[in-house]
């Protein structure tokens, strides 16, 4: 049997916890909230130094959690999940969907490559109206406004 005080206390805990839930979607949506548009790459770097240079431009649209764009061989899509106040591009296991289509020049594969690669290392991002920067151990990803 469950006295009067008991379930209180438990109405009180469920209002507490609904209310944390909100709180942390709050801050979520706050820490994806620079990303919102559409952004092409205008420069990018990684561990292993600057990007070559992309012969097609290189898109980033986000949309909510849902993100996209055109890479230099393939589409890429994916979600972005917030975590410990940063955020992650693929979700919690980082992954990427991409198109398979073949791309002829070694070089824009390479990149491609490259370029999901530090999207997965992202773990903030700035935005100072027309411009995106993405960053992370080692990366940095630069993006003007489309």
């Known amino acids: 049997m469950v006295t009067r005080a008991r379930a ?14 909100a709180l942390t979607a709050c801050a979520a949506d706050a820490t994806v909230e620079p990303l919102q548009g559409s952004w092409v ?4 770097s990684d561990a292993d130094g600057a990007f070559i240079e992309s012969a097609s431009p ?3 649209r986000v949309e909510g959690r849902d993100f996209s764009g055109d890479s230099p061989c ?7 999940s917030v975590t410990g106040g940063g955020l992650r591009f693929g979700g919690e296991g980082g992954g990427i969907q ?3 289509r073949a791309c002829a020049d070694p070089e824009q ?8 690669d530090a999207l997965v290392g992202v ?6 109206g027309d411009e995106l920067v993405l960053t992370g151990p ?3 990803l630069v993006f003007t406004a489309d």
């Open 8 to 21: 209180r206390g438990l109405a009180a805990l469920a209002l507490a916890a609904a209310a944390l839930g």
């Open 41 to 44: 790459l205008v420069s990018g």
């Open 58 to 60: 290189v898109t980033l």
């Open 74 to 80: 393939n589409l890429y899509s994916g979600t972005l």
């Open 98 to 100: 991409t198109t398979e």
């Open 109 to 116: 594969m390479q990149l491609e490559g490259r370029y999901y």
């Open 123 to 128: 773990s903030r991002a700035e935005s100072t």
């Open 138 to 140: 080692g990366v940095e």
